[in-house]
């Protein structure tokens, strides 16, 4: 089983990067997927969430209108979009997967680092 992720980098302020999350050994349609970030010294927390289908998509009040997660079912990835990059959107990113049944196992990728300059 892997997630991993890719498309970090060093991005200006006011910049933008898509990250993307690619999906093996696992039923990737039937689990939620979810982009999480740690910036340096603190927490993980959450950035988008999108449903098994793609048709039900939630974010944090910090990246709303700026991020846009999706999702190709045929290609098992997952994508954010990160637009209008600021100083505060530097983190590593992680994308992770929960079984949307409820019940099973949850996967985590390796991170990605996304560092915005001004």
């Known amino acids: 089983v892997q997630l991993v992720e890719s498309g970090g980098g060093l991005v200006q302020s006011g910049g933008s990067l898509r990250l993307s999350c690619a999906a093996s050994?696992?039923?990737?349609?039937?689990?939620?997927m979810s982009w999480y970030r740690q910036p340096p010294g603190k927490e993980r927390e959450l950035v988008a969430v999108?449903?098994?289908?793609?048709?039900?998509?939630n974010y944090a009040d910090s990246v709303k209108g700026r991020f846009t997660i999706s999702r190709d079912n045929a290609k098992n990835t997952v994508y954010l979009q990160m637009n209008s990059l600021n100083l505060e959107d530097t983190a590593v990113y992680y994308c992770?997967?929960?079984?949307?049944?409820?019940?099973?196992?949850?996967?985590w990728g390796q991170g990605t680092q996304v560092t915005v300059s001004s």
């Open positions: 992770k997967g929960d079984p949307s049944a409820g019940w099973g196992v949850t996967y």
């Open positions: 050994g696992f039923t990737f349609i039937n689990y939620r």
């Open positions: 999108i449903s098994r289908g793609g048709h039900t998509t």
